[in-house]
Nanobody
């Protein structure tokens, strides 16, 4: 299954943006789908994850209350709604798939190509 992330762009502080991650095939209910981000010069960091079947969600503290992950199972598509964006949210955002919950990028075997989000101050 290939993943395709989209929806990035240039926004201002306080704006909202919605990212999408479309899978080329079926995502099994046991899978965990996640968003990671990587700012220039920094390590890739966990943002949020969702268990595909149950819809249970997990968030990094830095985005809790501002970001929301969701999915449409029938469309094999995952979304990241980002509100109240801050300059420190600027990064390339990647979607990824794993067979178990983890916040470590090394545990995710499938990755989308990334979409750039730039938040100006």
């Amino acid at each position: 299954v290939q993943l395709q992330a989209s929806g990035g762009g240039l926004v201002q502080t306080g704006d909202s943006l919605r990212l999408s991650c479309a899978a080329s095939g079926r995502i099994f209910s046991s899978a965990f789908m996640a968003w990671f981000r990587q700012a220039t010069g920094k390590d890739r960091e966990f943002v949020t994850a969702i268990r595909w079947g149950t819809g249970r969600t997990y968030y990094a503290d830095s985005v809790k209350e501002r970001f929301a992950i969701s999915r449409v199972q029938a469309e094999n598509t995952m979304y990241l709604q980002m509100n109240s964006l801050l300059p420190e949210d600027t990064a390339v955002y990647y979607c990824a798939r794993s067979t178990s919950y983890s916040t470590r990028s090394s545990d995710f075997g499938s990755w989308g190509q990334g979409t750039l989000v730039t938040v100006s101050s």
